[in-house]
């Protein structure tokens, strides 16, 4: 992402709690070797665009949230102001990636 910043952890020793005050932060999680069990993992952006993608056959919760802007998770969508989505989406197994997601003014997305 141009006037950006990115993370992209292969294991989860290597995830940290993502912080960026005003930009744009792409979390990529595609690579992640997700271990059996629950694994959190937090990010904020202050204004901007948060950007998370998910690996394919890991159960997803995620909590994403912005106080004015707009909130795309998995094909749910809210806008405008305070803006909130919970939801959880079932891939089998035991592996499970619990995103907790927050953006002051901006866009959060969660895809595939």
Request: charged residues 20%; proline residues 4%.
């Amino acid at each position: 992402m141009a006037g950006g910043a990115a993370g992209r952890p292969a294991t989860p020793a290597q995830l940290t709690r993502y912080e960026l005050g005003v930009g744009n932060f792409l979390l990529d999680l595609q690579q992640l070797q997700v271990p059996p069990g629950t694994t959190a993992v937090q990010a904020r952006v202050g204004i901007g665009e948060l950007v998370v993608q998910v690996p394919d056959g890991v159960s997803v919760r995620v909590v994403a949230s912005s106080g004015l802007g707009e909130v795309q998770v998995l094909g749910k969508q809210e806008s405008e102001v305070a803006n909130r989505v919970d939801t959880t989406a079932e891939a089998g197994g035991d592996r499970r990636l619990e995103l907790d997601l927050r953006v002051g003014i901006g866009q959060v997305r969660v895809e595939r």
